[in-house]
């Protein structure tokens, strides 16, 4: 079974035991995490499609650590015009270590998984209109 989940604006093609690197999320070391936002869910034959989302879907993993990425060099240059400048970048990353993935309608054995998204709001009783009345 495999899921595609998005977290930090990027996408991870996931599976049970794998480690990946993403950008820094808060937990300390041994925490698990919930990733609500599953764009798809495969098992074999099966696969299932959000649009964009899984309603019902999520992702266990636990928090392996946090690191720095590898540095980037960011080396700027305009020709004949004496301008150079030399910047390097370490990014902020987390390793999260996945543990399981739920599919919509299936028991869940952990916690209880976060949803981003808001409750749905409650209806509410229609307000009668009042009649204004000219005091002429």
Excluded: C, W
């Amino acid at each position: 079974m495999f899921a595609v989940i998005r977290t930090g604006g990027k996408q991870y093609t996931v599976a049970k035991d794998d480690v990946i690197a993403v950008e820094k999320l808060d937990g300390e070391p041994g925490a698990t995490i919930e990733l609500g936002e599953v764009l798809l869910i495969g098992d074999g034959a099966n696969v299932s499609a959000g649009t964009p989302l899984l309603a019902g879907a999520s992702v266990s993993a636990t928090l392996v650590e946090h690191r720095r990425a590898d540095k980037i060099i960011v080396f700027k240059k305009k020709r004949r015009q004496n301008y150079r400048r030399k910047n390097g970048h370490r990014q902020y990353q987390t390793l999260l270590r996945i543990t399981e993935i739920h599919a919509e309608g299936a028991p869940r054995t952990g916690g209880r998984a976060r949803s981003r998204r808001a409750a749905p709001a409650q209806e509410q009783a229609p307000v009668e209109a009042q009649e204004v009345q000219d005091g002429a």
